[in-house]
């Protein structure tokens, strides 16, 4: 079957860096999302990832590596705004996202 | 981002009457989608559609139906609501296949079945 696996909640420090971790199993894989939601918001676009390694955009990172179906988002120099939800996603071979449940990140002061 | 309105945004209907909720994009987006979110679940497909008056269904089709008769336009209809599926509801749009297939959604619907 398919699925994705992520921890539910993680807690950081205002000013650290924290990393999200995300398994998948999907027939088939045609890329990687990670998405940011806020609390009764939409899903909002972070990253995508088709090739391994690492994908840099300002202070978020994304790092896939296809062989051990793995993948990690970065978030660096932790802000209050960044208390959410961040949403992995497997695409399949008929380009349907699989998601997983969610990580609720709590930055603390 | 997509420019995407759902509508209501709001609800609050009784056991066994009929819903629709309403996805308008701007895009011009080819693909269109609808979600239900709930607590410890990811985002579950529930029908999507590839162009007007084509669609497909999604992992969570049962109770549900959809249509597209418009490319902007893509609704969802609950044809008798049951408490199951009180939940919040996204609608998504993606241009096409590859790294356009980025989906992007609508603010939600929130959806009570009483």
């Known amino acids: 079957g398919q699925n994705i696996d992520q921890p539910t909640e993680m807690t950081a420090t205002e000013g650290a860096i924290v990393q999200i971790n995300c398994t998948y199993q999907t027939s088939g894989f045609n890329g990687l999302f990670w998405y940011q939601q806020h609390a009764g918001e939409a899903p909002t676009f972070l990253s995508y990832n088709v090739l391994d390694g690492l994908e840099e955009k300002g202070r978020f990172s994304s790092f896939l590596s296809r062989s051990k179906g793995y993948s990690y988002l970065l978030l660096k120099e932790l802000q209050m705004k960044d208390s959410a939800s961040y949403l992995c996603a497997g695409m399949d071979s008929n380009y349907q996202l699989i998601w997983g449940a969610g990580t609720k990140l709590i930055i603390k002061p | 981002d997509a420019g995407i309105t759902q509508s209501p945004r709001h609800k609050v209907t009784e056991t066994g009457t009929p819903v629709t909720l309403r996805c308008h994009q701007t895009?011009?987006?080819?693909?269109m989608y609808w979600y239900r979110q709930d607590p410890g679940h990811g985002l579950r497909l529930i029908h999507y559609s590839y162009g007007v008056k084509d669609t497909d269904k999604g992992e969570v089709s049962d109770g549900y139906s959809v249509s597209r008769s418009k490319t902007e336009d893509f609704l969802l209809t609950l044809e008798s609501a049951t408490s199951s599926q009180t939940s919040v509801y996204f609608c998504?749009?993606?241009?096409?296949?590859?790294?356009?297939?980025?989906?992007?959604f609508g603010p939600g619907t929130r959806l009570t079945v009483l």
């Open positions: 998504a749009t993606s241009a096409g296949e590859g790294e356009t297939d980025t989906q992007y």
């Open positions: 895009e011009n987006h080819r693909y």
